[in-house]
């Protein structure tokens, strides 16, 4: 349990991810350019629909945090570069899969590879990446993130099977609700954190730490997104956190409001307007910032065990960044 | 290369696999109670969809190779019984992958579980197997487990991206067709019985020597049924071998017929038994029953390195089991 410091910094210069991508460069080539010799296969669908989303500007932050904590932890050799590529394989697959399931249409303002290629053949080159993901694992010979990573594979799909049974269910609690973000995104980000650090050598203290750090990375980040595009969500029938929060504090009235226009996907014009004013009134939005400030602070007590070094100044301007961003 | 001892014995007893379900019954019985303890989670759906396959009537031949092979191989701990645990995950979520790209409705007699829970569900509980198996080789600590079974996984899905690409298509060849057969089935037959061996740690001639036994084992019972349900892929437009053969011997008009009613679907009343009048006249069941005899062979003499043993033996008239059945 870490002390939480209060995050204030409103007058000061904002928080940026650059100097994080700035001092991954380097590593950040051999990933890339591992990314796409790790697509590569003689059946030539799999580096044609992989290189679709591979290319569609993903800012890599997965791998980028894999790097970057290994830095941090003094890695020498090159196998964080391995596991940060498996990281974003996983990740790849995941989004590949997750397509098929929600039927989307669009990802990153583009086709998506299903609309292209069909949902066959997405499942299909999902499994391969994941298959080339191992692999890579494998190569790295290390035990603790094969078991790190194979848990977090796990983990996310048990999340996706969760939130398939739980969705458009306007009575998800806040716990269920948070559980099913800690599994389908915060799982990834740890893990990827937790191996740049198991490469490394560190300590297993350390390593639970770095846990915390991304959890909070990737919670807030996520309430951010969430609470600026809550027309498209609201639309979509998704339940967000501001949602959850509303409907819980809401009356009976309010309650069969969210029922319509959620589960049943009943909406007409004036119902987004509606939503947005009750979504205010219970101050949802608010506290939901709240929590990703909350979770901000664990993240930089995390890092605090960590001496300085220009790596760890970098993961807490990120930290600094991703909170900066629900406001 | 090893001496090709021609198969006789039709007048001696029928081989069965009896000796082999005997001789790996008592660590069976482990690896269904790991099977049914390794897919249950607090998330319902994920138990409730995994035993509808599981519990389908499947004869789990993969983990008893692994067990077999185990035990052939003089293992002592109960590592195998995970791996086998692993091998029967990554075969279920590949089938529940399969139903969903084949849109199949049956599986085994049953309804898929795709058909009762949708596409959805079962591309999740799908990738939740195959990250449930990851762990449990993981718990072994057999990093050369995990070398073959992860590329076993990548493997398999390249195999079904080239089948998908190549699906309909009368121009196949044999070696192509080889591949996708390889890739998709003998790969994880190979890779269950490789892991036996490898758990038990013996020396790698002897594992490579295994995966021959079970291309072989594969081959010639997938040949079997392929044969012997002809008319079923004939209505599903599957090239199977004796497909592959009859269409690259025939005349420019019976390779028309081919295309009319596998490539283009547009079949009538009178040409499934064309179809078998073309594959009889060009003896294409038989040269397809003689190269599942030719794996036989070599499935036999890769056996023969090993010291005599019951296991042996188990596994020597599964080989001749596998070979009658295309009879």
């Not at 349990?1 to 409103?10: A, K, L, N, W």
């Not at 078991?147 to 049974?165: C, F, K």
Request: charged letters at 25%; a negative charge.
């Amino acid at each position: 349990m870490g002390v939480v410091i209060p995050f204030e910094g409103s007058d000061q210069k904002q928080p940026s991810l650059d100097p994080l991508i700035a001092l991954t460069s380097t590593d950040m080539v051999k990933v890339n350019e591992a990314i796409l010799a790790r697509a590569a296969s003689h059946v030539e669908l799999i580096p044609e629909l992989a290189g679709h989303l591979i290319n569609s500007g993903g800012k890599r932050i997965r791998p980028m945090l894999t790097v970057a904590t290994a830095r941090m932890c003094g890695a020498r050799s090159d196998a964080h570069v391995k596991l940060a590529t498996a990281v974003e394989f996983m990740h790849t697959a995941t989004l590949l899969h997750d397509d098929v399931v929600d039927e989307s249409d669009l990802r990153r303002g583009q086709k998506t590879a299903r609309l292209i290629w069909g949902n066959q053949a997405s499942v299909l080159v999902g499994d391969y990446l994941l298959g080339q993901a191992f692999k890579m694992m494998v190569e790295t010979g290390s035990l603790e993130a094969l078991r790190i990573l194979s848990n977090a594979a796990a983990v996310i799909a048990e999340g996706e099977v969760l939130q398939l049974s739980a969705s458009h269910d306007t009575s998800t609690t806040e716990d269920a609700y948070m559980r099913v973000i800690g599994a389908k995104t915060a799982a990834l980000f740890s893990a990827a954190a937790e191996v740049g650090a198991v490469i490394a050598a560190r300590p297993r203290g350390e390593q639970a730490a770095l846990q915390l750090v991304d959890d909070a990375l990737d919670y807030s980040g996520k309430q951010a997104l969430m609470g600026k595009s809550v027309g498209d969500d609201f639309r979509e029938g998704k339940i967000t956190l501001p949602v959850v929060l509303t409907y819980r504090r809401g009356s009976q009235e309010e309650r069969n409001f969210w029922k319509r226009t959620l589960e049943d996907g009943n909406q007409t014009a004036d119902d987004l307007i509606y939503a947005q004013k009750l979504v205010e009134r219970h101050n949802a939005i608010a506290d939901t910032v709240e929590r990703a400030r909350h979770y901000g602070d664990i993240a930089r007590d995390a890092l605090a065990i960590f001496p300085d070094s220009a790596h760890k100044s970098a993961l807490l301007e990120a930290v600094d960044f991703c909170v900066a961003r629900a406001y």
